[in-house]
């Protein structure tokens, strides 16, 4: 007798655990691939397995086995109700970062159109996201990757939004004056290497993951282009590590004297955010 879809997914998850990889990754994947919700799997699930979807199956388990990401396998993410295209190029966007694009939301007035730019953009998954919120701000996205630059421009025209793409190393290239900056950028120093998830580790980006002096070599960058490349009144929004509070809201209280510079914190309780104001 065929087996069902949810025997051969129970079986499937548990050969992911014994791999230390989570078992859930496999049902995610195939959810995805079959264009089914819960309630769909629900209908389907105790229904035999056709033969397309078990090679399906042990295809993409090969893979999740080796600790792949199963964004990377699908090709999308999604991120803050929209799906985002990912590459091996770009960084797979994370909850904690849709916490930062609502406090954006939430500390930005939306009666006027003001310039705001995303430094290191990665899918375009901040930028973009801001720009669907509110369509009449005049965003810009930065990035210093030409192939992430083209997974955002792609994000771009399947979201079916117009911002502005700049290829620059942090805002060296970028000529005006935003009144927000917003940014996720490298933030993990070379030292935490072997406490990092082997996925992260082996599979995204380098480049959009570390940086040097323990991680804080782009934030003292955004610092010190910021003094000219932010306007009087402006904020700034930064993702940071959650042992890198202090270090980061010292290096923009430096910079900006005047401002309060805030630590804020994830919905785990971690210190997530920093806010320039």
Not at 108 to 133: C, F, H, Q, S, Y
Not at 169 to 183: H, M
Not at 193 to 222: C, H, N, T
Request: with cysteine; proline share 4%; aromatic share 10%.
């Amino acid at each position: 007798m065929a087996k069902t879809y949810r025997e051969v997914l129970q079986w499937a998850s548990s050969f992911l655990e014994e791999k230390q990889v989570e078992g859930k990754a496999i049902e995610y994947v195939f959810l995805a691939r079959m264009g089914w919700n819960k309630t769909q799997w629900l209908l389907h699930m105790n229904e035999p397995i056709s033969n397309q979807a078990y090679e399906q199956i042990q295809a993409d388990l090969a893979k999740l086995a080796t600790h792949y990401p199963p964004q990377y396998l699908l090709g999308f993410a999604e991120f803050y109700g929209y799906q985002f295209k990912v590459t091996e190029d770009t960084l797979i966007p994370r909850p904690e970062t849709e916490e930062l694009v609502e406090k954006c939301l939430q500390l930005i007035p939306n009666d006027r159109a003001i310039k705001l730019v995303d430094i290191g953009t990665g899918t375009g998954a901040i930028a973009l996201t801001l720009k669907k919120e509110r369509p009449n701000w005049q965003i810009s996205a930065v990035d210093l990757s030409l192939k992430a630059l083209a997974v955002a421009k792609e994000n771009a025209e399947k979201l079916q939004t117009t911002i502005q793409f700049y290829h620059s190393d942090c805002l060296s290239e970028v000529g005006e004056q935003f009144e927000v900056i917003v940014s996720n950028p490298p933030y993990i120093s070379v030292d935490e290497w072997q406490f990092m998830d082997q996925s992260v580790r082996e599979f995204e980006p380098k480049m959009a993951l570390f940086a040097e002096k323990q991680g804080l070599a782009i934030y003292e960058k955004i610092a010190e282009q910021a003094k000219e490349k932010l306007t009087t009144n402006g904020k700034i929004f930064l993702e940071i590590g959650f042992q890198q509070g202090q270090a980061v809201q010292k290096i923009f209280q430096e910079a900006f004297p005047t401002k309060q510079v805030g630590i804020y914190q994830d919905l785990s309780g971690q210190d997530r955010m920093i806010i320039v104001q």
